[in-house]
């Protein structure tokens, strides 16, 4: 399954995401920061980065720009929840550095993994068969 790096400064998102995606059988690792992202990247290669816009230290749209840059196979999706100007204005400039697709929160669980799916190169029918194979090596 691929593997998904998740950037967000919010602990609860962080871990929330996290919980939905491992149910779906992805393996996610996660940062608290852009630059704590980047590194991770570097350790152990993720296939997409979920990266939050608004952050301390390296914020999103630097994030996005520096994975576009120095490492352009890996997808992108960017998500956010407000800042000064609006999340609209935030998740505009993460598609023109990048992202592949953005998110408003707090985001809708089966949009998000439709579209996480459908940038992967899944779709609903594979993810069924293996859990389907997963029952029937079990029994």
Do not use: W
Request: net charge negative.
């Amino acid at each position: 399954m691929p593997r998904i790096l998740i950037i967000d400064d919010d602990d609860q998102i962080r871990k929330m995401l996290r919980q939905m995606l491992e149910q779906e059988g992805f393996e996610v690792s996660t940062a608290h920061e852009g630059g704590a992202g980047v590194k991770s990247h570097l350790r152990n290669p993720a296939d997409m980065v979920i990266t939050d816009i608004i952050m301390p230290d390296q914020e999103g749209l630097e994030t996005i720009q520096k994975f576009k840059n120095e490492f352009p196979d890996v997808k992108v999706i960017a998500m956010s929840g407000g800042g000064r100007i609006g999340p609209e204005s935030y998740l505009h400039l993460a598609r023109k550095f990048g992202a592949m697709h953005t998110f408003i929160k707090p985001i809708d669980r089966d949009d998000f993994l439709n579209v996480v799916r459908q940038l992967l190169g899944l779709d609903f029918t594979e993810r069924m068969e293996e859990k389907d194979e997963g029952v029937k090596g079990e029994g």
